[in-house]
Nanobody
Framework: QVQLVESGGALVQAGGSLRLSCAAS????????MGWFRQARGKEREFVAG????????EYADSVKGRFTISRENGKNTAYLQLNSLKPEDTAVYYC?????????????????WGRGTQVTVSS
């Protein structure tokens, strides 16, 4: 069993930055891949970024490439998502995810555990 707790969501103006954190517990952190997804009101949950267990492989949705950066600190059992140049369309609940399939997480079917989410709101 893995427990995931997100933090760092906030209200921010367009063009601003945030750093989301995901604290994990329950199993050896370096044994699973991590990812971030988001769900805007009235829309389906979508992939944002994924990182392999070692941190050596990353993948991003086209909509966030060059603006968001995923990382992890295995010694701190924590994954991060740095959000820069935020846009109103980035407004959503951001979910942390953990999984064991494939080289990294890139789709919901590869997720075994979900966090409860943290709200990011970008004002124009």
């Amino acid at each position: 069993q893995v427990q995931l707790v997100e933090s760092g969501g906030a209200l921010v103006q367009a063009g601003g930055s945030l750093r989301l954190s995901c604290a994990a517990s329950g199993r050896t952190f370096s044994s699973y891949n991590m990812g971030w997804f988001r769900q805007a009101r009235g829309k389906e949950r979508e992939f944002v970024a994924g990182i392999s267990w070692s941190g050596g492989l990353t993948e991003y949705a086209d909509s966030v490439k060059g603006r968001f950066t995923i990382s992890r600190e295995n010694g701190k059992n924590t994954a991060y998502l740095q959000l820069n140049s935020l846009k109103p369309e980035d407004t959503a609940v951001y979910y942390c995810a953990a999984g064991f399939a494939g080289p990294r997480i890139s789709r919901p079917s590869e997720v075994t555990y979900w966090g409860r989410g943290t709200q990011v709101t970008v004002s124009s």
